[in-house]
């Protein structure tokens, strides 16, 4: 549906994103994470066609992005990250300005721009978009980056820097655009966002690609599934099969290494000790991609 090949972008003598290569299928949420100046905007500005690739080829649905590109924005949607609206129209006024300038049809416009009001529950009354709030801004430049029906969707940083139930709700909404079918690309700064939302997941450094992949994936290259063995015994002389810490009247072994978990096991039941408990750490994505981003991670 959309391939990306040894994507570049320079400005000047600054590269901003280098060697970028990847497939998004249809139908899936590819999300974009990194630390800031990663190149996020600068790779999504590359896929809606607003900038030129220095090197590089970007094609959707079999349609090249430069030579096809008055096609391929028929089907695109755009959300940057923030979207300079007018604020002296009233939300209805403005939403049909850019229906009219896709040339859709002014009845089907009207349906589609209610449709849109209803399905974001964006109230606003014939209110002029300078008196919204700032969450209501927002739901209106999603409003408007549907207005032509896309079916591939670009939003940059979508539910960033709103109270966290409109950032719910928009979360939730984009959620229901993949349910109609939509393919969406996005970048947040919130990972378990991207972890709950995303089928597909790019982590990028310094313009670069770290790893790209589902979740899992990503968990199975970079993070440690470790076990925490809690256990009771009279006497922990001799135990030296790992690091020990004493917790109330228990230890504890924290460990990624599952035969140190069985031997202790065993050493415990020798001593005629009882295990208490044994559970699996599994690192959020944020762990990772913090570890990834060189950050010391907090201990347990
Ligand atoms: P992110 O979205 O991950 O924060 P950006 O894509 O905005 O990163 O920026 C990547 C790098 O490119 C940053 O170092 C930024 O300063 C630089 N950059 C972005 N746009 C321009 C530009 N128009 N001119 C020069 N440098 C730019």
Redesign the pocket.
């Known amino acids: 549906m959309i391939e990306v090949s040894g994507l570049r972008k320079e ?2 003598d ?1 590269v ?2 280098e060697n970028l290569s990847f497939s998004i299928a249809k139908g899936q949420i590819f999300g974009i994470v ?12 590359m896929l809606g066609g607003l900038i030129k690739p220095s090197r590089g080829d970007i094609s959707m649905k079999g349609l090249d992005m430069f030579r096809d590109s008055v096609e391929i924005k028929s089907f695109l949607g755009f959300l940057p ?1 923030e979207s300079p609206l007018y604020e002296g129209m009233s939300v209805n006024d403005y939403l049909m300005f850019f229906a009219e300038l896709y040339d859709i049809d002014k009845g089907v416009a009207k349906k589609r721009i209610s449709d849109l009001l209803f399905d974001l529950s964006l109230n606003a009354d014939g209110k002029k978009i300078g008196d919204l709030s700032k969450g209501m801004k927002r739901k209106v430049a999603i409003a408007r980056s549907l207005i032509n029906d896309p079916d591939i969707l670009i939003y ?1 940083e979508p539910a960033s820097g709103l109270d966290p139930m409109t950032s719910r709700y928009i979360t939730d909404y984009v959620r229901s655009l993949k349910k109609e079918g939509k393919t969406i690309i996005f ?1 947040a700064h919130n990972l378990y966002q991207v972890e709950s939302l995303c089928d597909n997941i790019l982590i ?1 450094k310094n ?1 670069q690609k770290i790893i790209q992949g589902t979740a899992d994936h990503i968990r199975e290259e970079y993070g440690k599934i470790q076990y925490r063995l809690e256990f009771r015994v009279d006497d922990i002389g001799d135990y030296d099969l790992a690091d020990v810490t004493q917790a109330d009247d228990a230890y504890v072994v924290i460990t990624d290494d599952i035969d140190v978990v069985n031997n202790t096991t065993k050493w415990v039941a020798s001593r005629g000790g009882d295990i208490v408990e044994m559970r699996t750490i599994v690192p959020s994505l944020e762990d990772i991609f913090l570890s990834i981003m060189g950050v010391e991670l907090f201990a347990e």
């Open positions: 400005y000047g600054f901003a994103v990194g630390p800031n100046g990663a190149g996020k905007t600068t790779t999504l500005k990250e940059d970048t990028l313009g």
